[in-house]
């Protein structure tokens, strides 16, 4: 019996040293650099007056409002193109 739990803890100590020795010999991970767009532009719905960046909102031909169902519920329509 000692030998058996002699030969785990030596092959767990072979299993920990090969484990170390392929961490190390991976590449480091790189990070992507953050990509800080600085301050978007905000706009309020002509509808409910809640205020979201300009990219997401919907146009209309009165303005800007932050959803398809706003703009048909404050009569407007979509813009020509």
Known sequence: MKFLILLLVIL??????KRSQALKSR???VQPAPTDTGPQ???????C???LPEEDA?????????STAH???GGD???PV
């Open 27 to 29: 590449p480091p991970k």
């Open 58 to 66: 919907v146009r209309g031909v009165l303005g800007v409002y932050c």
């Open 41 to 47: 532009t905000m706009v309020a719905c002509l509808h």
């Open 49 to 51: 007056h809640t205020h």
């Open 12 to 17: 767990f100590g072979v299993w920990l040293w």
């Open 77 to 79: 329509k979509t813009p």
């Open 71 to 73: 703009r048909q519920a």
